[in-house]
C-alpha cells in the first residue's frame, strides 16, 4: 500500500507560480511511478507528468512541456510539481498518484493510488 498527501495548492493570478508538494508513504520501490494528475470541473482527469522515484526519468503532458517541472526527494519520500507561468486554464484540482508497477502512467487505470486533491486557481 501506498498512501499520498498532496499539499500547496491555493489561488494565484495569471503568470505566477506554485508548488505542489505530495508526500508518500509505505510502499514505493526504485521502478514505483509517481505523477500528477488533474481535474478540472465538468472535464476528465488527465494526466500532467510523471517521475520514476529511483531513477528520475520524467515525462510531460504536452500542455505543460517548458512550464511544469516534476522532481523529487527520496530521502524525504516527497514528490514536487513546480508550476511556472501559470494560466487560467490550469485551474483545477491536482491530484497525486502512484502506480505499482513500471509503466508509463498516462491514464487514470494505470494509478493504483490516488491522494486527496489540491486545489489550484488561477485567476485572469
Known amino acids: 500500500q501506498v498512501q499520498l498527501v498532496e499539499s500547496g495548492g491555493g489561488l494565484v493570478q495569471a503568470g505566477d507560480s506554485l508548488k505542489l508538494f505530495c508526500a508518500a508513504s509505505g510502499r514505493t520501490f526504485s521502478t514505483t511511478p509517481m505523477g500528477w494528475f488533474r481535474q478540472a470541473p465538468g472535464k476528465e482527469r488527465q494526466f500532467v507528468a510523471q517521475i520514476i522515484w529511483g531513477g528520475g526519468s520524467t515525462y510531460y503532458a504536452d500542455f505543460v512541456k517548458g512550464r511544469f517541472t516534476i522532481s523529487r526527494d527520496d530521502a524525504k519520500n516527497t514528490v514536487y510539481l513546480q508550476m511556472n507561468n501559470l494560466k487560467p486554464e490550469d485551474t483545477a484540482v491536482y491530484f497525486c498518484?502512484?502506480?505499482?508497477?513500471?509503466?508509463?502512467?498516462?491514464?487514470?487505470?494505470?494509478?493504483?493510488?490516488w491522494g486527496q486533491g489540491t486545489q489550484v486557481t488561477v485567476s485572469s
Open positions: 498518484a502512484a502506480a505499482s508497477r513500471p509503466l508509463l502512467m498516462t491514464r487514470t487505470v494505470d494509478v493504483d493510488y
